[in-house]
């Protein structure tokens, strides 16, 4: 009989601590599958906010691509616009070949007469703003003569 009580006793020890190990395993698994929600969840999010700025790069993209494409067209109708007009008379295309050319001549010899007759107070405000000009009409005049002779 004793041997019986024993028999149930640690019979039962024995399932209650294959339920006990069970249960371990049964949580451990509870925790590691939380775990890999909580990757996953954490995953989802970080490619939501990827694809988000992927989305923001896109539409600045296409903005600027957008610009670009107006700026030509609006370009190519200007042009469309000038050529119109159809050939201008020679007299007309010399005359506008020499609007550069006495502009900056005329700023020179603007220049030299201020820089000569001017009396020390205005000659400061006035001989800055007149040399200036001169200095842009000059690399103007000439910086883009060059850069029309590297064309050709």
């Known amino acids: ?22 249960k371990g395993f049964s949580i451990f698994d509870n925790i590691q599958e939380e775990k890999k929600s909580q990757r996953e969840h954490e995953r989802t999010i970080e490619m939501h ?52 050319p006495v502009l900056t001549f005329g700023l020179i010899i603007l220049t030299g007469i201020i820089y000569f007759s001017a009396t020390n107070n205005g000659k400061i405000d006035i001989e800055s703003a007149v040399v200036f000009m001169l200095g842009a009409s000059i690399a103007w005049w000439f910086g883009d003569r060059s850069m029309q002779s590297r064309k050709k």
């Open 49 to 100: 906010r990827l694809d988000a700025e992927l989305r923001s790069v896109e539409h600045e993209n296409e903005k600027a691509i957008a610009e670009v494409q107006a700026a030509a067209e609006i370009r190519a109708a200007a042009y469309g616009h000038d050529a119109s007009y159809g050939q201008p008379s020679k007299w007309c295309t010399n005359v506008l070949r020499l609007v550069r």
């Open 1 to 22: 009989m004793l041997d019986t009580i024993l028999s149930v006793a640690t019979g039962g020890a024995s399932g209650l601590l294959g339920t006990i190990i069970s």
